[in-house]
């Protein structure tokens, strides 16, 4: 490298370090203003429970009786919405669940309501009503209404731990429509 090039490149090098400087961007006025009225994300994972078809009998093994349920699969959902100061929302979610003993991958696409009054500072009680659309996966053209309702705890309006119910509007083998329970957390981000 000659004298020139390596001059040039030291005044560059000192001229980006000398002159540089930090900005800030401020995306709202108040804190107040981001309560009042923004989006939400919502990831929620989760353990579907099925009835055990062995339930109640008695193993000579283990010396205890069968569960009435058991896990049955994942459930992985996740949205976006508005909420109004934390405590009413508006969302749409989509998700997927699978399914063991059914066999059964789906994907429900659904708009859920979302309603979370508060206590006290750092947990409320999280309420969720939801319906849209579920889709089957390699079933042909399996599909039905979806509905969806979660009762949970929100700690610091940032993590909850849910149990939920949800109906898959789809028939199944005998059954006239699927549904599950599922327990499990999500995590909010206002």
């Known amino acids: 490298m000659d004298l020139k090039t390596a001059l040039l490149s030291f005044v560059l090098l000192a001229s980006v370090s000398l002159f ?9 006025s108040s804190p107040e203003e981001k309560e009042n009225g923004m989006l939400f994300t919502q990831v929620a994972l989760g353990v579907p429970f099925n009835l055990n078809p062995n339930r109640g009998n008695y193993d000579p093994v283990t010396e205890e009786s069968e569960p009435w349920f058991i896990p049955d699969g994942i459930s992985l959902h996740g949205g976006a919405g508005i909420h109004l100061k934390k405590w009413v929302g508006l969302s749409v979610n989509t998700g997927i669940d699978w399914r063991i003993m059914q066999k059964l991958v789906s994907v429900p696409i659904y708009g859920i309501l ?3 009054p508060h206590f006290n500072k750092d947990t409320s009680v999280l309420l969720q009503a939801g319906l849209g659309q579920a889709y089957a996966l390699g079933r042909g053209d399996l599909n039905g209404t979806y509905q969806k309702y979660r009762l949970g705890i929100l700690f610091d309006n940032e993590m909850c731990l849910f ?5 898959f509007g789809y028939p199944l083998k005998d059954i006239r429509e699927t549904g599950t329970f599922t327990i499990g957390f999500s995590l909010f981000t206002f």
């Open 114 to 116: 979302t309603l979370n």
């Open 163 to 167: 149990i939920d119910g949800s109906l």
């Open 20 to 28: 540089a400087q930090d900005t800030v961007y401020q995306t709202y």
